[in-house]
């Protein structure tokens, strides 16, 4: 995907194509463009770099004359020569292929457009599942490492379960939601998307099928796809995953475990019942079927304490349960858990020791102060009451300009709101328009191939004002599509 903060000199007497033809040849030949590297379509790249198309249309007749570039019907303008296939007989790699045929797959083209969109400035982020930095305890993270200053602790590596310390904080922690686990049983990983990555590579075979809730977050992701597996959505209602379904779709599939997100589900904010959750245990137990926890948003809850988590139920060691700080406290810690059977745990710790060596034990330290200094339950009080009044907000917003264009239920918890649109429109035109407008959403469809009429809006991260802000003016780009 091309990515670049570098614009033409417009105040420069070299003339803005030959900006832009000196730069493309720098990125060949310096190899940051590769053979087979695709360029933008002319308009895009105009507008990237602020030009007239004329201007990129002659920067890219000046590279294709001197047989740098190719541009074909159908397939668009690609990098075919470089400097060393000028200089040298035989040329160098064609690291696209290598691209091309790696085992981990690459993102969806729409989560990569989401991923690089992020970081332009100004852009209103309506979707985006991390906490506003205004939302971030800095002074309390100050305060934390100040303390740690004033303490011996390690700087070297960890034992490969991770730090001890931490480990202790977590299990009792654990005690305070149900779940009684020693800290030998449990894993530090660098937040949970890294356990899902170390269960993908470490427990399963290829050609094995995980169910999962339809939607879910886990389709936005590679993680189990890139290790050879496949994913099986099971449609929900409002009480959480349809149970009854499973043993059907365990036999047909020959699936081999299924992943939940029961508290505050991503992306629909479902909160699973106490009853659903039983059940749930129940059926994997009787059809066999390991059971994957992820409570990350168990803390964020904003009307009342949800149900105990299915871990808590589970007495043969049936599920392997992932928590984390990225979503309650900073996502920039990089720390989370996996809590499971010992064999399990250790299993899954040296594969992690294989992988990264362990967390970032400054992270680990971090982290057990904020459990141990109190520090941690205080700020969840806090953020707590700020995302209550971020979700009445950008509810009441909804209400305002979405009345008559879209149906959605109101979250007990977590970040999100699932919006369903009342028109049938294409969600790619609407993403794209949103986007050139300075506005970036979460679409339905990567979350589920199926859900063309469905928008994730969260109201964790944006300030008020900007929520208003965007909701009014998506609302108007959805009116003027639907004409």
Same mark, same amino acid.
């Given at each position: 995907?091309?990515?670049?903060?570098?614009?033409? #000199?417009?105040?420069?007497?070299?003339?803005?194509?030959?900006?832009?033809?000196?730069?493309?040849?720098?990125?060949?030949?310096?190899?940051?463009?590769?053979?087979?590297?695709?360029?933008?379509?002319?308009?895009?790249?105009?507008?990237?770099?602020?030009? #007239?198309?004329?201007?990129?249309?002659?920067?890219?007749?000046?590279?294709?004359?001197?047989?740098?570039?190719?541009?074909?019907?159908?397939?668009?303008?690609?990098?075919?020569?470089?400097?060393?296939?000028?200089?040298?007989?035989?040329?160098?790699?064609?690291?696209?292929?290598?691209?091309?045929?790696?085992?981990?797959?690459?993102?969806?083209?729409?989560?990569?457009?989401?991923?690089?969109?992020?970081?332009?400035?100004?852009?209103?982020?309506?979707?985006?599942?991390?906490?506003?930095?205004?939302?971030?305890?800095?002074?309390?993270?100050?305060?934390?490492?100040?303390?740690?200053?004033?303490?011996?602790?390690?700087?070297?590596?960890?034992?490969?379960?991770?730090?001890?310390?931490?480990?202790?904080?977590?299990?009792?922690?654990?005690?305070?939601?149900?779940?009684?686990?020693?800290?030998?049983?449990?894993?530090?990983?660098?937040?949970?998307?890294?356990?899902?990555?170390?269960?993908?590579?470490?427990?399963?075979?290829?050609?094995?099928?995980?169910?999962?809730?339809?939607?879910?977050?886990?389709?936005?992701?590679?993680?189990?796809?890139?290790?050879?597996?496949?994913?099986?959505?099971?449609?929900?209602?409002?009480?959480?995953?349809?149970?009854?379904?499973?043993?059907?779709?365990?036999?047909?599939?020959?699936?081999?475990?299924?992943?939940?997100?029961?508290?505050?589900?991503?992306?629909?904010?479902?909160?699973?019942?106490?009853?659903?959750?039983?059940?749930?245990?129940?059926?994997?137990?009787?059809?066999?079927?390991?059971?994957?926890?992820?409570?990350?948003?168990?803390?964020?809850?904003?009307?009342?304490?949800?149900?105990?988590?299915?871990?808590?139920?589970?007495?043969?060691?049936?599920?392997?349960?992932?928590?984390?700080?990225?979503?309650?406290?900073?996502?920039?810690?990089?720390?989370?858990?996996?809590?499971?059977?010992?064999?399990?745990?250790?299993?899954?710790?040296?594969?992690?020791?294989?992988?990264?060596?362990?967390?970032?034990?400054?992270?680990?330290?971090?982290?057990?102060?904020?459990?141990?200094?109190?520090?941690?339950?205080?700020?969840?009080?806090?953020?707590?009451?700020?995302?209550?009044?971020?979700?009445?907000?950008?509810?009441?917003?909804?209400?305002?300009?979405?009345?008559?264009?879209?149906?959605?239920?109101?979250?007990?918890?977590?970040?999100?709101?699932?919006?369903?649109?009342?028109?049938?429109?294409?969600?790619?035109?609407?993403?794209?328009?949103?986007?050139?407008?300075?506005?970036?959403? #979460?679409?339905?469809?990567?979350?589920?191939?199926?859900?063309?009429?469905?928008?994730?809006?969260?109201?964790?991260?944006?300030?008020?004002?900007?929520?208003?802000?965007?909701?009014?003016?998506?609302?108007?780009?959805?009116?003027?599509?639907?004409?």
């Amino acid at each position: 995907m091309f990515n670049t903060d570098w614009k033409p #000199n417009k105040s420069s007497p070299v003339p803005l194509h030959k900006q832009i033809t000196d730069f493309m040849k720098e990125k060949i030949a310096n190899g940051e463009w590769t053979i087979g590297y695709k360029l933008p379509p002319q308009r895009t790249l105009a507008k990237r770099l602020e030009v #007239n198309r004329s201007t990129i249309v002659t920067a890219y007749d000046e590279l294709i004359a001197e047989g740098l570039i190719e541009g074909k019907s159908g397939s668009g303008t690609r990098v075919i020569n470089n400097t060393w296939n000028l200089l040298a007989t035989t040329p160098p790699p064609d690291w696209n292929s290598y691209v091309k045929f790696g085992t981990h797959q690459p993102n969806l083209p729409t989560i990569q457009e989401i991923n690089h969109a992020e970081f332009t400035p100004n852009i209103i982020r309506l979707g985006t599942g991390e906490l506003s930095p205004n939302l971030i305890p800095s002074q309390s993270m100050k305060k934390v490492f100040q303390q740690l200053s004033n303490k011996e602790i390690s700087y070297g590596y960890e034992e490969p379960k991770g730090l001890l310390p931490l480990r202790e904080q977590i299990a009792t922690y654990l005690r305070t939601i149900g779940i009684h686990a020693s800290p030998s049983s449990i894993l530090i990983v660098s937040g949970a998307l890294q356990a899902l990555q170390l269960i993908s590579v470490g427990l399963l075979h290829k050609g094995s099928t995980v169910l999962t809730e339809k939607p879910s977050y886990l389709h936005s992701l590679n993680v189990f796809q890139s290790a050879g597996m496949r994913l099986m959505g099971i449609p929900m209602d409002k009480e959480g995953i349809q149970t009854k379904l499973i043993p059907a779709y365990k036999k047909q599939q020959n699936a081999a475990l299924l992943y939940t997100i029961p508290t505050f589900h991503n992306p629909t904010g479902t909160l699973m019942t106490f009853e659903r959750r039983k059940h749930l245990l129940d059926t994997c137990q009787q059809e066999q079927l390991p059971l994957i926890e992820d409570d990350v948003y168990r803390e964020l809850w904003l009307d009342e304490i949800p149900p105990k988590p299915i871990k808590a139920f589970d007495k043969h060691g049936l599920v392997l349960y992932l928590g984390s700080l990225s979503k309650s406290l900073s996502p920039g810690l990089r720390i989370g858990w996996i809590v499971g059977p010992e064999p399990v745990v250790e299993h899954l710790a040296d594969i992690k020791m294989q992988t990264d060596y362990g967390s970032s034990s400054l992270s680990q330290w971090a982290a057990a102060e904020w459990f141990s200094s109190g520090l941690y339950h205080e700020h969840l009080q806090e953020v707590r009451k700020q995302l209550k009044t971020r979700r009445d907000f950008t509810l009441a917003t909804l209400n305002k300009y979405f009345s008559d264009l879209a149906v959605w239920d109101k979250p007990t918890g977590g970040f999100y709101i699932w919006l369903r649109l009342l028109p049938s429109i294409s969600m790619r035109k609407i993403f794209e328009m949103a986007l050139t407008e300075g506005i970036l959403l #979460n679409p339905g469809n990567v979350y589920d191939h199926q859900a063309e009429q469905f928008l994730r809006i969260s109201y964790s991260f944006a300030s008020l004002p900007s929520i208003e802000d965007g909701l009014k003016r998506l609302s108007k780009i959805i009116k003027l599509i639907a004409k």
